[in-house]
């Protein structure tokens, strides 16, 4: 794996949230976000033209309220539902999960350390705090979903969730990148978790970037020590952009001082 690439004017640019932007906690709704952060997404937004989304596996609600009043295009939920740069917020059909909520709830019931996190589209039982149950929550999830149809298990850090079959982080970035603005620029995606991994594989094939954020095997082309160390890129990234113009171009100067409108 190589340095970091170079955020340029036409780059489009996809960030996962826990253990992206932001420290992993250790329980969903614990996370901080570092000071300066929103700052730094909302310049960049502006600076790339739109051209700046989240993918996560959180509900969209989620991000707004930790990047609040910041609202960017999102896929939330790994493509489940989003909201476009347009504002339109194509989504799915919620998938039948009583059994899963049921489950989950039974195990986080007899369990002390599991944690259920109800989404909108899925459902997702966290083990942070009890890695040595890792094999239950995963044996007990293959159970409820065997043989069904419409549903299926995603494996993240320390949690199992049943979500729609299908759905993926390298398939909503596959579908920003069909939209505007995000046609026909070069895609470069950070993330950390396994979940990612489709999300690498999506902008790679594209002729984009994927950036690991830690440790662990991937496919993506760049690794980033910490999502401190992202963070830093991003401020980094911010200050060497060249801003946009009125005419919605870069002011872009040469070595010899005179100035080009970008594209």
């Given at each position: 794996m190589s340095l970091l690439p170079t955020v340029l004017p036409d780059t489009a640019l996809f960030l996962d949230f826990d253990g992206t932007l932001a420290d992993i906690a250790p329980t969903p709704d614990a996370v901080k976000v570092p000071g300066g952060l929103v700052s730094t997404l909302a310049a960049l937004h502006q600076q790339l033209?739109?051209?700046?989304?989240?993918?996560?596996?959180?509900?969209?609600?989620?991000?707004?309220?930790?990047?609040?009043?910041?609202?960017?295009?999102?896929?939330?939920?790994?493509?489940?539902?989003?909201?476009?740069?347009?504002?339109?917020?194509?989504?799915?059909?919620?998938?039948?999960?009583?059994?899963?909520?049921?489950?989950?709830?039974s195990l986080a019931q007899t369990y002390a350390g599991l944690l259920v996190e109800h989404k909108p589209h899925s459902v997702a039982l966290h083990y942070r705090h009890a890695p040595e149950l890792e094999g239950l929550c995963r044996a007990s999830m293959q159970k409820v979903v065997a043989g069904r149809s419409g549903v299926e298990l995603l494996y993240g850090k320390c949690v199992v969730e049943v979500k729609p079959a299908g759905i993926h982080k390298g398939q909503a970035i596959t579908f920003f990148m069909s939209t505007a603005p995000f046609a026909g620029r070069v895609p470069i995606f950070a993330g950390d978790d396994v979940t990612d991994e489709y999300g690498f594989t999506a902008v790679q094939q594209l002729g984009g970037r994927g950036i690991k954020i830690g440790e662990g095997a991937s496919e993506a082309l760049h690794r980033c020590l910490s999502a401190a160390a992202l963070r830093g890129w991003l401020a980094s990234a911010r200050t060497t952009l060249p801003p946009l113009t009125e005419s919605g171009g870069w002011d872009i100067s040469d070595a010899s001082g005179n100035q080009r409108q970008g594209i």
């Open positions: 033209g739109g051209a700046l989304a989240i993918v996560t596996g959180r509900p969209i609600a989620d991000v707004d309220h930790f990047l609040y009043p910041l609202q960017l295009p999102t896929a939330g939920e790994h493509g489940a539902q989003y909201r476009l740069a347009d504002g339109s917020r194509p989504s799915i059909d919620q998938p039948p999960l009583h059994d899963a909520v049921e489950a989950m709830t």
